[in-house]
């Protein structure tokens, strides 16, 4: 009986804390909501922290069930590795069509990451920041320093996101049926992947030829 309610209350509280927040939402609505006593956030979790904490973990547990970390064959080329990646979290974050809560409450937790969540972020999102980053080093010369390879898996991340975050203005743009067709998870993978890839080589010739790929454009060349 003990579990059941605490499922209950998981179900009922992840909903609310991806529309809400940690901070705008309040252990009564969620106990109202599980149709269970006030006091038992308290009973079962020891507070509305824990609660919160836990309700990320499942999230981030039932999202790899869902979509596993990516993975490729140990003869795989970085392109190769590299589009794996990316489509990895496309499908993490499109793949599903409606996007359930958890998808919602990991993307709020990333925009606005909570100190209670650090320890978990670190549990479940550094690894792939890991694999990104050692597709990469196999990508760059060995001289890229480490300001540029972060920016450059920061693009390929943001490119990913960005179809996320702005979803509904995309679908106003180019209309309802916007993920089919040539903007499926598999052709925008594609797309990223290749794009890229063509920004890389150009950085990598530019500091191959040591030349700075932070470049500094003058404000009236870019007028």
């Not at 990104?132 to 001289?143: A, F, K, N, Q």
């Not at 975050?165 to 995309?170: S, W, Y």
Request: a negative charge; one cysteine or more; proline letters at 5%.
């Amino acid at each position: 009986m003990a579990d059941d309610t605490r499922i209950r209350m998981f179900r009922v509280a992840g909903p609310i804390f991806a529309d809400k927040g940690f901070e705008g939402t309040t252990v009564r609505e969620i106990c109202a909501a599980a149709d269970v006593n006030v006091a038992s956030v308290n009973y079962h979790f020891g507070g509305k922290e824990t609660l919160y904490l836990q309700t990320v973990e499942l999230a981030h547990q039932e999202r790899l069930q869902r979509v596993p970390p990516a993975a490729w064959p140990s003869d795989a080329l970085p392109a190769d590795k590299l589009l794996i990646f990316v489509t990895t979290i496309l499908n993490r974050i499109l793949g599903e069509g409606n996007i359930g809560w958890e998808t919602r409450l990991l993307m709020r937790e990333m925009l606005q990451p909570t100190e209670a969540c650090r320890p978990l972020m670190e549990e479940y999102v550094r690894p792939q920041w890991d694999q990104l980053m050692g597709i990469l080093d196999e990508l760059l010369p060995t001289v890229t320093t480490h300001h540029v390879r972060h920016q450059i898996a920061f693009s390929i991340v943001g490119q990913c996101l960005h179809y996320r975050l702005a979803n509904e203005f995309v679908s106003l743009l180019i209309g309802d049926d916007w993920q089919t067709g040539a903007y499926s998870v598999e052709r925008l993978a594609q797309h990223i992947t290749q794009f890229s890839l063509a920004a890389m080589n150009g950085l990598s010739e530019m500091i191959q030829e040591g030349e700075s790929p932070n470049l500094q454009i003058p404000i009236s060349a870019a007028t």
